[in-house]
Each structure stands twice: as structure tokens, then as C-alpha cells.
């Protein structure tokens, strides 16, 4: 059985920094693109950043370029999302995802494997 776990979220003051794992079992996603995901109360499933199969390449929204990092151990089958200087308005569940590509993507359809997802709330 495939499994995508987050862990990591919790609360956080403004300013402050989380950093969120996903462990993939059941499958190597060593050839898969990852990446993360994240819906805040009352809004859609927004794209937060992406990393290629190999680690190379990575892309950003807007919102958080800058202050969050995308990496990968495919060793451990694990991705990994530090976040710096957090703000209330990064309040969300965070999802992790693993696509059907190499090279990352921001479009959700692409991705067929889903987490539970993880909360992170910043408070102001």
C-alpha cells in the first residue's frame, strides 16, 4: 500500500520556523517528482513548491519564495519542507504530493498520490 505521511506541523508564532517531513512507503518515488501543497480554511488547494526527481530542480509560488526550502533524501524516501520567518496567512493543512512526472509542477492534477496532510497554524 502506497503512503505519503506528513509530520512536522504545529503552532508557530509569526516569524518563527517549521519544518515538515513526508515519508513515502510502499513505493520508491525516487523517479517522481514531489511536492507540497496546502489548503487554508474556507479556500482552495493552493500550490506551495515542487522538486524533481533528483533534487535538482525546484520551483516556488510566489507567496513563499524566499522564505520556504524544498529538498529531498531519496535514500529515505523522504521530502522535507523548511519554513522561515512564517506568517499568520501560511495557516493551512499542508499536504504533501508525489506526481506522475520528472521535473516539478505546480498543476494538481499531475499528482496521483496524496498525504493526509499536516496543520500549521502562525499565530500573530
Known amino acids: 500500500q502506497v503512503q505519503l505521511v506528513e509530520s512536522g506541523g504545529g503552532l508557530v508564532q509569526a516569524g518563527g520556523s517549521l519544518r515538515l517531513s513526508c515519508a513515502a512507503s510502499g513505493r520508491t518515488f525516487s523517479n517522481n517528482a514531489m511536492g507540497w501543497f496546502r489548503q487554508a480554511p474556507g479556500k482552495e488547494h493552493e500550490f506551495v513548491a515542487a522538486?524533481?526527481?533528483?533534487?535538482?530542480?525546484?520551483v516556488y509560488a510566489d507567496s513563499v519564495k524566499g522564505r520556504f526550502t524544498i529538498s529531498r533524501d531519496n535514500v529515505k524516501n523522504t521530502m522535507y519542507l523548511q519554513m522561515n520567518s512564517l506568517k499568520p496567512e501560511d495557516t493551512a493543512v499542508y499536504y504533501c504530493a508525489a506526481a506522475r512526472t520528472l521535473l516539478p509542477t505546480s498543476k494538481r492534477y499531475e499528482y496521483p498520490y496524496w498525504g493526509q496532510g499536516t496543520q500549521v497554524t502562525v499565530s500573530s
Open positions: 522538486i524533481s526527481w533528483s533534487g535538482g530542480t525546484t
